[in-house]
């Protein structure tokens, strides 16, 4: 029996490392033939689902042969068996002049185009616009509960903002969507839905997940620091500056960037608020969409090329966001017991 | 001048909480007003088909159960074998450190992975599906929970009860689980409250229905996916809908999570 | 006098794991049967490292290192065993319930008091409810807690006083008849009321109980011990009857430690 239970148990702590990978190779294979067929190309790329004439299919066929030969006329490679079809199959089309083949030719010189640079850019600038916004206001959370507050107000308030932490994304997005939107609009122009909008939304997200782990980080710093500063007639700000924060600073600096990890892949709350709309937003008030929305709005009617061209998407969401949180965790914030 | 600095400096600090604040009671009247004024008995008497909540509140409950039996022994065994049997190893650092990891990974990026993996396969969307991939997101916090809570017990505890001659396992059975209990199950229970909130992992795993099933092989019902769906109605009886289900989730997450906090509380 | 050993200590050197130099060096030791063998030391002498090896609990922590022989009277056979070859779980398990242990802090188990002085004995595949019963009492009367405790044995152990708690303990380990006791300086935790109380029972038990004991209290040392160790930066200094130790030590060392010049 304690043999068994240990084997067991060491296998379900695998189990992270399990899934882990499993998710990795998983992205990876759905996401293949895409990556094979848009290759790197794919994160500069701004155009979405747009169908192109491609000359180097016209130039192969005007220079085929007269051999006859079954021809697979499939571009779009099928999601169930995972078969990748190489480049080199499009251009080895022979051909002869038979009618029939001629025409199934003139439907195979266009291809569709996807291009994953605007999800890109829309999660990034979101994040971004989140992390300047949540920051500034979570350290003065964090200062005003650990430093200013007594105990008779940073406790209900410390509750309060953890409950903000508890409710769930969706809620969010529905608030910013029929409250905060036009609010911001309001103040700022522009639509209700846009860049900004999610942003900010995204940002009052993240907000008590950095008041939190900042506080908690604050609090480590030993109390005989702050008394001989404030001994030597530091001001609160002073100590704060010059002895909390110096010490805490991994942990400040890892709790920013875990949470930056995390607003990277967050979904409801941006979804409802980020517009929807395939397309760079020149100004910050434009709508844009980031990639878990492209990801929620299109993948239930997603097959074949298109599917993995999202799963593409998703892995490299889950790549930049695995990579930023590793490096808070492994770097900052590492628990070693 | 330093007074200045100083005093403008916690002001600010100051005026940053109380927008925190604001923000919270701004989305939370705002919510119960849109939502109690939408809460009637039709709601928790009727489906989705016909515009009620009753298959949603019960489906949405029934995923998040699922996955505790499924997420909550993985996760809690796990925590167990970090703590007691490789406590101190470089390989329960990595995992415990991974599972933090997990912790923050994009939830729409775990549908689309269960979406691979169990859905494509079965050829259509699934409660399973939606349930499997709530699970896998309670699994490291459980974890971690579970961990957190171990570490606590004191080592004299262990010690005492292999020196009565009880062989491992039971000393974690008998003896440590159940020293952990309370903080343990906290854990559970605030887990439960994140997962059930979740909707990403399940627009495309187990989608959603309008009609009350507890069939798990096709689209089962589930709040958090309706309140996306019905949210961008433009309808408005169904957009009130959606505000009475997104006041009820939230008011039963805040209460867990309250409830969960004085448990903790009173232990200490 | 019949002085017959139940444990002998041969040549025995602990080093933990990840240091450089042996905590424990070469120490020689006997441990008469039914009598009090203290171990006392000024801190970091080594005295709990030597006891925690007896019933190799050390073995809970990885990467330590044994050198020598820890031998155990085999009751059956009458012959020495040599305890650190002892690799299999069941073998240790064994051990355990032939070597007892108590703490400094008192470790009653998340259960009730009942169930607490059962726990061994059920370990020990005992199931008859009537014989748990008799057991149960036997122990709490041989620590001399049954009076406090018989009208709520449901109760959970730890709503028990300190040194109630710490009288559980010793019930719980004497349940199972072990050979030998250990204990871990089990008083340093708790008021001089208790002390007191524990003490006594020191005495009263040795009659069935080989025991050991470390302590940091030299006076509780001369109190309740028949054979005192000396030791002294992982090494034993010397040892003889409590008498000889106190009234007539023959190191130096011995002697500026019990006159409290350092330690």
């Not at chain 1, 492209?294 to 695995?322: K, P, T």
């Not at chain 3, 424990?24 to 063998?37: G, S």
């Amino acid at each position: 029996m304690e043999a068994f239970f240990k084997k067991f148990s060491a296998f379900s702590a695998a189990t992270i490392l399990l899934i882990l990978t499993s998710i990795f190779v998983v992205l990876f294979l759905y996401a293949k033939p895409a990556i094979k067929e848009y290759g790197l190309k794919f994160l500069i790329d701004s155009r979405w689902d747009v169908v192109v004439n491609d000359s180097n299919i016209k130039m192969a066929t005007a220079a085929l042969n007269q051999n006859t030969t079954d021809i697979d006329n499939e571009i779009i490679p099928t999601d169930d068996d995972l078969d990748i079809i190489e480049d080199n199959d499009l251009k080895d089309i022979p051909m002869d002049d038979d009618l029939n083949i001629e025409q199934e030719n003139n439907v195979s010189d266009t291809k569709v185009i996807y291009g994953g640079l605007i999800p890109i850019v829309g999660t990034i600038l979101s994040t971004i616009l989140a992390m300047l916004f949540a920051v500034p206001i979570a350290m003065g959370i964090a200062v005003f509960l650990s430093e200013i507050a007594p105990p008779f107000i940073s406790r209900p308030v410390g509750i309060a903002i953890e409950l903000l932490a508890a409710i769930p994304s969706i809620i969010y997005g529905m608030w910013g969507l029929f409250y905060f939107g036009p609010f911001v609009s309001k103040i700022f122009g522009g639509g209700s839905v846009s860049l900004l909008v999610a942003g900010l939304v995204l940002g009052i997200m993240v907000i008590p997940f950095i008041a939190s782990l900042t506080r908690d980080s604050m609090k480590t710093t030993p109390n005989v620091l702050k008394e001989s500063a404030y001994a030597m007639g530091a001001t609160k700000f002073e100590v704060i500056r010059d002895v909390i924060f110096p010490y805490a600073k991994k942990g400040i600096i890892g709790s920013i960037i875990l949470a930056l990890g995390r607003a990277l892949g967050e979904t409801m709350a941006v979804a409802f608020v980020i517009g929807g709309v395939f397309s760079f937003p020149h100004k910050i008030t434009d709508p844009t969409v980031s990639i878990p929305v492209v990801l929620a709005n299109n993948f239930a009617e997603s097959s074949g090329m298109s599917l993995s061209v999202l799963f593409y998407l998703a892995l490299i969401l889950f790549v930049i966001s695995f990579v930023v949180i590793s490096f808070a965790k492994f770097y900052f914030l590492r628990d070693k017991r | 001048m330093r007074f200045l600095i100083n005093k403008v400096v916690l002001f600010l600090s100051t005026v940053a909480a109380i927008l925190g604040l604001l923000f919270l009671f701004w989305i939370l009247i705002t919510l119960t007003i849109k939502g109690v004024c939408a809460i009637n008995l039709h709601i928790f008497t009727n489906d989705l088909v016909n515009n009620g909540l009753r298959n949603l509140l019960v489906g949405q409950f029934v995923l998040a159960f699922i996955a505790v039996l499924i997420g909550v022994p993985i996760g809690m065994i796990a925590g167990v074998y970090l703590q007691e049997y490789s406590f101190g190893s470089k390989y329960a650092e990595v995992i415990r450190n991974l599972s933090d990891v997990m912790m923050s990974a994009p939830s729409i990026v775990i549908g689309t992975f269960v979406y691979a993996v169990i859905v494509n396969p079965v050829g259509h969307m699934n409660g399973w599906a939606g349930a499997v991939a709530l699970a896998i997101m309670m699994i490291p916090i459980v974890l971690r929970t579970t961990d957190d809570m171990l570490f606590l017990v004191p080592k004299e505890l262990r010690e005492a009860g292999v020196a009565i001659g009880a062989p491992k396992y039971k000393v974690i059975f008998d003896i440590i689980l159940k020293a952990a209990k309370v903080g343990i199950m906290t854990g559970f229970l605030l887990a439960f409250a994140r997962i059930v909130g979740e909707t990403a992992p399940l627009l495309f795993t187990s989608g959603n229905s309008e009609y009350f099933t507890l069939d798990l092989n096709n689209e089962f019902p589930s709040l958090t996916v309706a309140i996306y769906n019905l949210a961008t109605m433009p309808d408005k009886n169904l957009v009130d809908i959606a505000w009475a289900g997104a006041f009820i989730l939230t008011l039963f997450v805040l209460v867990i999570n309250l409830f969960g906090r004085y448990i903790i509380k009173e232990k200490k | 006098m019949n002085l017959e050993k139940v444990m002998d200590i041969k040549n025995f050197s602990f080093t933990y794991a990840g240091a450089n130099k042996p905590s424990l060096k070469k120490i020689n030791l006997p441990v008469y049967e039914k009598k009090v063998t203290a171990l006392i030391g000024p801190s970091g002498c080594g005295k709990s490292t030597l006891l925690r090896s007896l019933n190799r609990i050390h073995d809970l922590y990885p990467g330590n290192k044994y050198k020598g022989e820890i031998l155990l009277k085999d009751f059956e056979t009458g012959k020495m065993k040599n305890i650190l070859e002892y690799k299999k779980e069941n073998e240790l398990i064994n051990l355990r319930q032939r070597v007892g242990m108590i703490f400094q802090k008192p470790t009653p188990f998340p259960m009730s008091i009942y169930d607490n002085i059962a726990y061994g004995l059920r370990l020990q595949g005992k199931k008859n409810k009537a014989e748990l019963d008799e057991k149960v009492e036997e122990a709490l009367k041989g620590a001399a807690l049954w009076d406090e405790v018989k009208e709520r044995l449901k109760d959970d152990a730890r709503g028990l006083s300190g040194g109630q708690q710490q009288r559980l303990c010793i019930a719980r380990a004497i349940a199972v008849e072990p050979e030998v006791l250990l204990m871990d300086e089990p008083t340093s935790a708790l008021d001089p009321i208790s002390t007191i109380a524990i003490e006594e029972l020191v005495a009263k038990l040795k009659d069935k109980v080989t025991i050991v004991i470390v302590t940091h209290n030299m006076q509780q040392a001369s109190r309740i011990s028949d054979y005192t160790a000396y030791m002294y930066l992982g090494e034993l200094i010397e040892f003889g009857t409590t008498e000889q130790i106190f009234l007539n030590p023959k190191n130096k060392n011995t002697a500026d430690y019990i006159a409290g010049k350092f330690g």
